[in-house]
Nanobody, 121 residues
Framework: QVQLVESGGGSVQSGGALRLSCFSALGGYRGYYMAWFRQAPGKEREAVATIDSVDSGGTITYADSVKGRFTISRDDGRKMLYLQMNSLKPEDTAMYYC????????????WGQGTQVTVSS
């Protein structure tokens, strides 16, 4: 059963912007810690941005490579997770995944199918 569904990927030129969305079918969504990961061909998967549950303080973290350009947010009422990506660079090209974990787990348990982002120079 699919629990997370991403959308919003596409192809843009360097300097452009995209907004990724992730809908969650998880019960008790507001209690989940959420994140966006990405994986480029031949590279390891990396965490781009994370956001804790609101009840846990909603702490946000970003990879150094995207700080100041990407913004993660969540709408618990709509069970949505977002990633606003501005000033995109060719090195941002990757498959982007939405992920979720309960607060008592360190590893992300649920993953979406991914959405492709391609940035051309």
């Amino acid at each position: 059963q699919v629990q997370l569904v991403e959308s919003g990927g596409g192809s843009v030129q360097s300097g452009g912007a995209l907004r990724l969305s992730c809908f969650s079918a998880l019960g008790g969504y507001r209690g989940y810690y959420m994140a966006w990961f990405r994986q480029a061909p031949g590279k390891e998967r990396e965490a781009v941005a994370t956001i804790d549950s609101v009840d846990s303080g909603g702490t946000i973290t970003y990879a150094d490579s995207v700080k100041g350009r990407f913004t993660i947010s969540r709408d618990d009422g709509r069970k949505m997770l977002y990633l606003q990506m501005n000033s995109l660079k060719p090195e941002d090209t990757a498959m982007y995944y939405c992920a979720a974990r309960p607060g008592y787990l360190r590893e992300y348990k649920y993953w979406g199918q991914g959405t492709q982002v391609t940035v051309s120079s």
